[in-house]
């Protein structure tokens, strides 16, 4: 079992920068790949920025690609996005989960921190 948090989302001004955090509890976080997904209001959730179990990969959706950073501390079971350079098209429900360690599918999600950029 594994259970994410995730806290730093609130509202902030385009141009702007946030850090999101997503506090894992359980004994697998360092053996996940972690995600980043975001969903805008009547939009379908989508992929924001993915990293591997060890840190030494990232992938990121062209739309965040050069402003939104994703990194980890397995020893404090913590994923991190750095978001710089918002923009109003940045606004979502941001939520992490963590990729199962047998598939390629993210089966643990949080409940997801709320980032709004206004104009």
């Known amino acids: 079992q594994l259970q994410l948090v995730e806290s730093g989302g609130r509202l902030v001004q385009a141009g702007g920068s946030l850090r999101l955090s997503c506090a894992a509890s359980g004994r697998t976080f360092s053996s996940r790949a972690m995600g980043w997904f975001r969903q805008a209001p009547g939009k379908e959730r989508e992929f924001v920025a993915a990293?591997?179990?060890?840190?030494?990969?990232?992938s990121y959706a062209d739309s965040v690609k050069g402003r939104f950073t994703i990194s980890r501390d397995n020893a404090k079971n913590t994923v991190y996005l750095q978001m710089n350079s918002l923009k109003p098209d940045d606004t979502a429900v941001y939520y992490c989960a963590a990729q199962s360690i047998v598939a390629a599918k993210y089966d643990y999600w949080g409940q997801g921190t709320q980032v709004t950029v206004s104009s």
């Open positions: 990293i591997t179990w060890s840190g030494d990969s990232t």
